[in-house]
DNA sequence: CGAGTTTTTGAGCAGATTCAAATCAAGTGG
DNA sequence: CCACTTGATTTGAATCTGCTCAAAAACTCG
């Protein structure tokens, strides 16, 4: 319901005027350039909710960009039950789990209906080694993505629930932030159940989480809409200054 | 004690006859590129125990290879306690945290002396531009170095203490395989607080972990020695089948 | 062999999990 | 338009795991 007409733009007119130009692929590169790495980009119809874009074991062919919409990249094992990895907001490639071995270790389900690009990797790689500004830019995004996994890291060492949540919630916003969107006022994608497997706590916890985060006045929760009252509390919280004792008050 | 003699041979000889050339990034290149390669390693005095390769916030300027020892990433908050990111190992690089920002995120603290090849990092991306097979193992090694990043968030979602451990010890024995040393009997390079904070769990919850797994005869623990008796009960438990109830009698 | 460090062990407690039930939101079909 | 179904989220109560603090035991290394 929010970008219809900008998705019949980027449609069109591909890379050049899309909105998300300067953080994907094209970044710094020049037009000519572009028009190359243009020419092998695959604009798909409309993923479906829950539909995937690779699977486990499937080989590496491609790497995929949300223009809009969200995805999440789960594994699951054995005994069927998955757990998320990542997820993964327009802008931010999808697949590069699969650059060690060649084959995806996990896969891609959309949590929304959403518009991908699709880039084959071999041409990719091809067009990448003769245009230094799109290798530079390969080896940016591949290391924001590990970042990325760095910043999940982050939250699952935290041993207090409510520190992952909150800095669950602090690091999406500012992934919002960066791409334009709203980041105080978020609808969510994704289940309570998965953000509980994305954070490795049960689903009641985060749930738990969140009205806490309310009725501590940090926070508004109705179901996925979230409204981001009290920025500085929710950094506070995320990057785990005091205990949640009352030196709080104290302190401040 | 281990390597002596190896070192020396390796320090004369470069990678052409190191012992991890099919795993470092000399694999998949031919002589004539591998000179070129070698052109640009450094090769440097062996590093102490607590020194370390880089800082926060360094520019990346090289990357590296411990040709022997380990090396762990630590990443320091600001109240000042570390949390552990990785372990590494010979043959595996350590730097490639930098790649997205240019920026070190973390440091590289020695566990034990340690000798290592230091490449810096633009030769590196020079060299990789027109030699196509270094490119593609330059690839494949940041892959695998993100698949160990993915193998770390898979301990870190496991909500048991005990799945954690024993996901570490699986882990580091198959990588103890990899690079062909012994994989049952283990001389761990890292301290309980490391293993501890690399795992998000309290220094004694580890402790207790080993000394379970060893009364229910999967390893056997001396300190920082480590044997794996039971090596099949080890995978079990860290691809966490059934809950540890008594069910495993009935199932076996 | 001692001093210092690391590891193990113990006891009590706080927080997260589990299981279960209630509430809420959003469709669907009458 | 409303009652009803279905799935998601929240809430409650009891249990259990892992944490903290404290002390003992085992190693390491001059």
Redesign the interface.
């Known amino acids: 319901m929010a970008t219809p007409t900008l998705d019949l733009i980027t449609l069109r007119k591909g890379c050049a005027s899309c909105s998300l130009q300067q953080l994907c692929l094209p970044a710094g590169i020049n037009l000519r350039e572009l028009q190359e790495l243009e020419a092998i980009v695959k604009r798909k119809r409309p993923v479906e909710v829950g539909e995937r874009l690779f699977r486990q074991g499937d080989r590496l062919d491609a790497v995929f960009v949300a223009r809009d919409g969200a995805f999440k990249t789960v594994?699951v094992?054995?005994?069927g039950d998955e757990?998320v990895?990542g997820f993964h907001l327009p802008g931010e490639l999808v697949g590069?789990?699969?650059?060690?071995?060649g084959v995806h270790?996990?896969e891609a389900v959309a949590l929304t209906r959403a518009n991908v690009c699709e880039v084959p990797f071999d041409e990719l790689s091809n067009v990448a080694?003769h245009v230094?500004g799109l290798?530079r830019q390969l080896?940016?995004v591949?290391?924001?993505?590990?970042?990325r996994?760095?910043d999940?890291?982050?939250m699952?060492?935290?041993?207090q629930a409510n520190e992952r949540i909150a800095l669950f919630l602090h690091g999406l916003s500012e992934r919002l932030r960066t791409i334009g969107e709203p980041s105080e006022t978020i609808r969510l994608p994704m289940s309570r159940e998965d953000i509980a497997?994305?954070?490795?706590?049960?689903l009641e916890t985060v749930s738990r989480g969140f009205t806490r985060l309310q009725e501590d006045g940090v926070i508004s929760v109705h179901g996925r809409k979230v409204q981001i009252l009290d920025v500085a509390e929710l950094d506070r919280l995320a990057?785990?200054?005091e205990p949640p004792g009352d030196r709080a008050r104290v302190r401040a």
């Open positions: 594994l094992n054995e005994d757990q990895i590069l789990d699969a650059l060690g071995t270790r996990c080694a230094p290798q080896m940016r591949i290391g924001q993505s590990v970042g996994d760095q999940h890291r982050e699952l060492v935290r041993r497997r994305f954070l490795g706590l049960a990057h785990g200054s």
